[in-house]
């Protein structure tokens, strides 16, 4: 009974006429007409020949013999396995591939999260926009100094390091959630069209990075007085540790409207207030008095200056760091043969529009132009001022003999605990 149904689901048999042979299906195989043929499933059917010629009508094969007839003309076709509990269950390989791609790509998700380095030498996400450390008062960033950072020295320019001043300035405020439409203004002074301008800025290089070295830059700010601010870097070797360059600079608030000095709106305050670090200023205050240059007194005058459109940032005046191009313009060529930048100081005086023309004056103090080029350190005072005379930037520099390991100048050099990094 069952063999038969098994044979029906291949073929669908209609009753024999009275003179065909029975069907012998115990051992697995009958005898259907004229073929033999195996099916694909694990119980082969068997298929013999009749010796007797079947019935026909009209010279056609009827009953069972018609549909053998009709399977000889077309292909075997396999049928599927039985279904059975085991066949119906998930492919696991398959699902633990899955779960494991899955546990990888969380894994490598976490990692990026992890900013602890897992060697000394070796830094997680070292280039990013950086991070705010200690209760949220130091912003802490690297930089890698690329091949197109460095000068005739092999060495990162003083350019090139003001560049990274001012970058982490901007992603400090950016980082706290500060930032407004303005070029580092917060949202309180993007609404009364204030902006921050830089009044001083003091810079002291111990040692100047090469090309490929990572360097670390901390930054923090503290009030000046009632209504300014100081902003102070820290730059290290970010494998070492070692103490690359100091920078302390002091900001007032100007309207960017009427381009006059402001006083801090309570709002403002309320705003900055909680992210100023009580500390002492990375760089001690060099008080000495920046003399005013002219044509007499300078030893060295380069006019015809004029800002580029590159030049101009965002509140449409020069950029800071375009200026100490421009003071070095002046400086002798001597002095930039054999000596290297130590310490340079800036005081701005006025801005510099697109459409300004500006002079370069530089002399230098207690030598002569012809006897630069000695082992001594050179210092140099500076102005930078329109053609009408205005002035816009003072500036004083000092300069060591290169490949010389003279620290500490103008100031002195500060121990980590002392710099209040």
Known sequence: ?????????????????????????????????????????????????????????????????????????????????????????????????????????????WMMLDWKPKRADMLIDPFGIGRIVQDGLVFSQNFSIRSYEIGADRTASIETLMNHLQETALNHVKTAGLLGDGFGSTPEMSKRNLIWVVTRMQILVDRYPTWGDVVHVDTWVSASGKNGMRRDWLVRDAKTGETLTRASSLWVMMNKVTRRLSKIPEDVRGEIEPYFLNSDPVVNEDSTKLPKLDDKTADIIRKGLTPRWNDLDVNQHVNNVKYIGWILESAPPPVLESHELAAITLEYRRECGRDSVLQSLTAVSGAGIGNLGGPGKVECQHLLRHEDGAEIVRGRTEWRPKHANNFGMMGGQLSADESGA
Do not use: C, H, Y
């Not at 048999?13 to 012998?24: R, T, Y």
């Open 1 to 109: 009974m069952v063999a038969t149904a098994a044979t029906s689901s291949f073929f669908p048999v209609p009753s024999p006429p009275g003179d065909a042979k029975s069907s012998k299906v115990g051992s697995g195989s009958a005898s259907l007409g004229g073929i033999k043929s195996k099916s694909a499933s694990s119980g082969a059917l068997q298929v013999k020949a009749n010796a007797q010629a079947p019935p026909k009508i009209n010279g056609s094969p009827v009953g069972l013999t018609a549909s053998v007839e009709t399977a000889k003309k077309e292909d075997v076709v396999s049928s599927p396995a039985p279904r059975t509990f085991i066949n119906q269950l998930p492919d696991w390989s398959m699902l633990l591939a899955a779960i494991t791609t899955m546990f990888l790509a969380a894994e490598k998700q």
